[in-house]
Nanobody, 119 residues
Framework: QVQLVESGGGLVQAWESLTLSCTTS????????MGWYRQAPGKERELVSK???????TYIDSVKGRFTISRDNDKNTLYLQMNSLKNEDTAVYSC?????????????WGQGTQVTVSS
């Protein structure tokens, strides 16, 4: 059974830092492209950052220079280092794992962890 579990969320003040972790089981992480998504109250879920199997990373403009995505395939764990947090970063953060071959794809989701930034 594939499981993704996020942890590390919490309440922090603006400009502080937080690190999220996504521990996986039931899959070989090295075979998956990984990403962090977030959904704020009243807003649609958005892709914050992704890292593919080859290590290529992308970020949305609003977090560039502040967030860093990384992966440890040996530990089957995905990370998101968040620095200089802003109120606008408040959201439920979820990790996702995607495997694809031709037109066939599978995506697994974690339950999410709450990040609240106060100022």
């Amino acid at each position: 059974q594939v499981q993704l579990v996020e942890s590390g969320g919490g309440l922090v003040q603006a400009w502080e830092s937080l690190t999220l972790s996504c521990t996986t089981s039931g899959l070989t992480l090295s075979a998956y492209d990984m990403g962090w998504y977030r959904q704020a109250p009243g807003k649609e879920r958005e892709l914050v950052s992704k890292i593919n199997k080859d290590g290529k990373t992308t970020y949305i403009d609003s977090v560039k220079g502040r967030f860093t995505i990384s992966r440890d395939n040996d530990k089957n764990t995905l990370y998101l280092q968040m620095n200089s947090l802003k109120n606008e970063d408040t959201a439920v953060y979820s990790c996702a794992a995607c495997w694809s071959m031709s037109a066939t794809s599978y995506t697994y989701w974690g339950q999410g962890t709450q990040v609240t930034v106060s100022s």
